[in-house]
Each structure stands twice: as C-alpha cells, then as structure tokens.
C-alpha cells in the first residue's frame, strides 16, 4: 500500500471507518441505496443517480418514484415524449438537461447493449452525462462489484479527517481535490472492504454531523482521530 498520499496508517483508517460505520447504521439510506436495496436494477440505480445530481434526496425521490411508477425500462422511457419526461423529474435541479440525458442514454442501450446496462466502468463512463461517480455507484449498487463512488461528501470528509491530502499545503485554506482525483488515491491507500461502503457511510456523516459549514464536531466518534483539515468553526 502506497502511503505517500495519506496523513494516517491504514490501521488508522481502518480504525475511523468502523467507528462510523458502527454509528451511521442507524441513520437514513441514501437515496440510491434505498432503491438498490428494495429493486436491486442497475437501470433504476442509473437513472435514479442521473436525477440526483446537484439535486437533494427528497427531490429526487419524487422525480424517480413518478417516474419509476411510470416506466422501468429503457424501451418504456423511450416512449415517453420529451416534454413529459420533463414533466415527470420536474423537481430535480436541470430537469431539461437530466431528460435529454436520460432519453439518450436509454437509446443508447437500446442500440448497443440490448437494454441491459453493461457492468464495466470504462464502457458506462463512455454514455453522456455518466462520469465516474455515477458510474462508481452503478458498478457496486447494481452489481456489487468492487469501486469507490466518491461525492461531495466522500471528497470532503476523506479530506477533513486526514486520509486523502488536500491541494495548497502552504495556504491555510483547503482546496478539494476533484472527485475523480481522490478516487484514485483511495483506490491506492483504502483497504477494499471500506470500498463499496465508504460511499454511505460519509453520505450519512456528511448529512447528519460532518457538514460541510460548522460541523458538529461535539457529536463526533472520531474526534480526536480526525485531523479538521479545514475546519474554521465548529458546533
């Protein structure tokens, strides 16, 4: 394992990630998580990852569940006019944009992959509007196979506590890496079975105590393990 990245041992991570993992059980799924966990679809798991980007669960869980209740298929959401799929997911942030998204996605597995969506990351992350976060998401939620789904939180939180580095090391403020950069170092430095649940795991965290503004550190497990790389204020 390669530890130039990380400011603590893997014994260390190992350590902070079963601790929140022991104490995030018990607060809400995120909302991909729960759709895997009632219909465990890998086209469901797509779409419902394409409405929530940029878009809070509660909003995209109206969108897919008017959808979902409508069409469940590419072939069925390819019958529904553009203008009506707009309609459907009104409630996500960049509902033109997501549908137009969603309908060429849909053709695009219609035409090449019968229908099915392909369980290989560089061939998901080769259909428009699907990088590798969601594709991430796809990969171990529809098909449990091995990837690290990293979203704002997961890219902030590894970065607060200590476990991926932060840009700037002589500036005073943080600045995040982009996703898709922290991915790759996490893949390099994490122990695999933190791969598939660090992702719900600092979602929950994320939500509830490590907030992006004055987190709640009073209410942290991990307090004195976590570095508060960027922390100014905190409750």
């Given at each position: 394992m390669?530890?130039?990245?990380?400011?603590?041992?893997?014994?260390k991570?190992d350590?902070?990630?079963?601790?929140?993992?022991?104490?995030?059980?018990?607060?809400?799924?995120?909302?991909?998580?729960?759709?895997?966990?009632?219909?465990?679809?890998?086209?469901?798991?797509?779409?419902?990852?394409?409405?929530?980007?940029?878009t809070?669960d509660?909003?995209?869980?109206?969108?897919s569940?008017?959808?979902?209740?409508?069409?469940?298929?590419?072939?069925?959401?390819?019958?529904?006019?553009?203008?009506?799929?707009?309609?459907l997911?009104?409630?996500?942030?960049?509902?033109?944009?997501?549908a137009?998204?969603i309908?060429?996605?849909?053709?695009?597995?219609?035409k090449?992959y019968?229908?099915?969506?392909?369980?290989?990351?560089?061939?998901l992350?080769?259909?428009?509007?699907?990088?590798?976060?969601?594709?991430?998401l796809?990969?171990?939620?529809?098909?449990?196979?091995?990837?690290i789904c990293?979203?704002?939180?997961?890219?902030?939180?590894?970065?607060?506590?200590g476990?991926?580095?932060?840009?700037?090391?002589?500036?005073?403020?943080?600045?995040?890496?982009?996703?898709d950069?922290?991915?790759?170092?996490?893949?390099?430095?994490?122990?695999k079975?933190w791969?598939?649940?660090?992702?719900?795991?600092?979602?929950r965290?994320g939500?509830n105590?490590?907030?992006?503004i004055?987190?709640r550190?009073?209410?942290?497990?991990?307090?004195?393990?976590?570095?508060?790389?960027?922390?100014?204020?905190?409750?």
């Amino acid at each position: 394992m390669n530890l130039k990245y990380s400011s603590l041992s893997p014994e260390k991570i190992d350590i902070i990630l079963t601790r929140l993992s022991q104490v995030t059980k018990e607060l809400k799924d995120p909302l991909v998580t729960s759709i895997s966990k009632t219909r465990k679809d890998p086209f469901l798991i797509l779409i419902a990852t394409i409405l929530s980007l940029r878009t809070k669960d509660e909003l995209t869980h109206k969108a897919s569940q008017l959808l979902f209740t409508r069409a469940d298929t590419p072939a069925k959401i390819l019958a529904i006019p553009l203008v009506e799929l707009e309609q459907l997911i009104f409630s996500v942030g960049f509902y033109r944009q997501k549908a137009k998204t969603i309908h060429e996605i849909c053709k695009k597995l219609i035409k090449e992959y019968n229908g099915k969506v392909p369980d290989s990351l560089d061939e998901l992350t080769n259909f428009k509007g699907v990088g590798r976060k969601t594709a991430n998401l796809v990969i171990t939620k529809g098909f449990d196979k091995p990837g690290i789904c990293v979203d704002v939180h997961v890219a902030r939180i590894t970065q607060r506590i200590g476990i991926v580095p932060i840009k700037g090391e002589n500036d005073n403020k943080p600045v995040f890496h982009d996703a898709d950069r922290v991915e790759m170092i996490l893949r390099e430095i994490l122990p695999k079975k933190w791969w598939i649940p660090i992702n719900d795991i600092l979602v929950r965290w994320g939500q509830n105590i490590c907030t992006p503004i004055s987190p709640r550190c009073s209410q942290c497990v991990i307090y004195d393990s976590c570095l508060k790389i960027g922390v100014q204020k905190h409750r």
